[in-house]
């Protein structure tokens, strides 16, 4: 059985840095994209970042320049690292990882990042 394990979240101040890590465990085959959503209270889902096994990248606009997504194919694991946090990037994070063409759709618990003002 797979599963999606996140870490890295936590209470941080504005303009602080947090980097979240996300590792499965199980086997999953054909890897496509690994991804970040987001969920703040009382709001939608949202994409934070998504990167595909071949090195595409893409990024919400309000993210830009400030969080990075990375990958480690072989460790079956995405990472982000958030700078220059701002109290509107608050909210539970959930990492997913994408598998074609199955189109099985993984997803972690989610973590919690706070920033305060």
């Known amino acids: 059985q797979v599963q999606l394990v996140e870490s890295g979240g936590g209470l941080v101040q504005a303009g602080g840095s947090l980097r979240l890590s996300c590792a499965a465990s199980?086997?999953?085959?054909?890897?496509?994209?690994m991804g970040w959503y987001r969920q703040a209270p009382g709001k939608q889902s949202d994409l934070v970042a998504r990167?595909?096994?071949?090195?595409?990248?893409k990024y919400a606009d309000s993210v830009k320049s400030r969080f990075t997504i990375s990958r480690d194919n072989a460790k079956m694991t995405v990472y982000l690292q958030m700078n220059s946090l701002k109290p509107e990037d608050t909210a539970v994070y959930y990492c997913?990882?994408?598998?074609?063409?199955?189109?099985?759709?993984?997803w972690g618990q989610g973590t919690q990042v706070t920033v305060s003002s």
């Open positions: 997913n990882f994408l598998s074609l063409p199955s189109g099985d759709d993984y």
């Open positions: 199980g086997s999953i085959s054909r890897i496509n994209s």
């Open positions: 990167i595909t096994t071949g090195g595409s990248i």
